[in-house]
């Protein structure tokens, strides 16, 4: 069955920064978009990115405002692997994780990975 | 951006009853491109509904999505013991993606 499981989150102090990971199995990952979804504590859900299949057909997109020039995605076909890179992160980046297939409905969801920014 | 805009906040029915959730996008979300969502606590979201209409190969066929434009709506025909939690709609137009803010069914 389809499976994606991220990986990476933690504490950090604002300023930092932290790359998670989702590694998915179950499906053919190089033919499918891939997303980075958020959730604040306590909080509605928040699109953080999405990736082309093979990610170099126009360029990621990052429909929060908020984390666009220090958040990037990335991925890897060969490892079945998606990755976000989290730069300079801020209190309100404090948040869970998630990484999801496709980039209009989600229809395959990991566990989420706590990401908390604090000093 | 779209905003999209659910009501009731908090929907407090029993077992066995309707329930009509609401999504108001703040302009028309083109292609019916709108999706629904439910999520329990503890839990990732679980697609339900995609299209305005198109229910998820598995979601049971009380859950029902309708709507154009600007004015979606998400109907569950008959409350079972599992439909309680809470519910977001998300729109996907373009390279635009957001969510409404989600409306929590609750047990009477």
């Known amino acids: 069955q389809v499976r994606l499981v991220e990986s990476g989150g933690g504490l950090v102090k604002p300023g930092e920064s932290l790359r998670l990971s989702c590694a998915v199995s179950?499906?053919?990952?190089?033919?499918?978009?891939m997303s980075w979804v958020r959730q604040a504590p306590g909080k509605g859900l928040e699109w953080v990115s999405y990736?082309?299949?093979?990610?170099?057909?126009?360029?990621?997109?990052y429909p929060a405002d908020s984390v666009r020039g220090r958040f990037t995605i990335s991925r890897d076909n060969a490892k079945n692997s998606l990755f976000l890179q989290m730069n300079s992160l801020r209190v309100e980046d404090t948040a869970v994780y998630y990484c999801?297939?496709?980039?209009?409905?989600?229809?395959?969801w990991g566990q989420g990975t706590p990401v908390t920014v604090s000093s | 951006e779209i905003v999209l805009t659910q009501s009731p906040g908090t929907l407090s029915l029993s077992p066995g009853d309707r329930a009509t959730l609401s999504c108001r996008a703040s302009?028309?979300?083109?292609?019916?491109?709108l999706a629904w969502y439910q999520q329990k606590p503890g839990q990732a979201p679980r697609l339900l509904i995609y299209?305005?209409?198109s229910r998820v190969t598995g979601i049971p066929d009380r859950f029902s999505g309708s709507g154009s434009g600007t004015d979606f709506t998400l109907t569950i025909s008959r409350l079972e013991p599992e439909d309680f939690a809470v519910y977001f709609c998300?729109?996907?137009?373009?390279?635009?993606?957001?969510f409404g803010q989600g409306t929590k069914v609750e047990i009477k």
């Open positions: 299209g305005a209409s």
């Open positions: 302009q028309s979300v083109s292609s019916n491109s």
């Open positions: 179950g499906l053919t990952f190089s033919d499918f978009y």
């Open positions: 999801a297939r496709g980039h209009h409905g989600l229809e395959f």
């Open positions: 990736i082309s299949p093979s990610g170099s057909s126009g360029s990621p997109i």
């Open positions: 998300q729109q996907y137009v373009g390279s635009s993606r957001t």
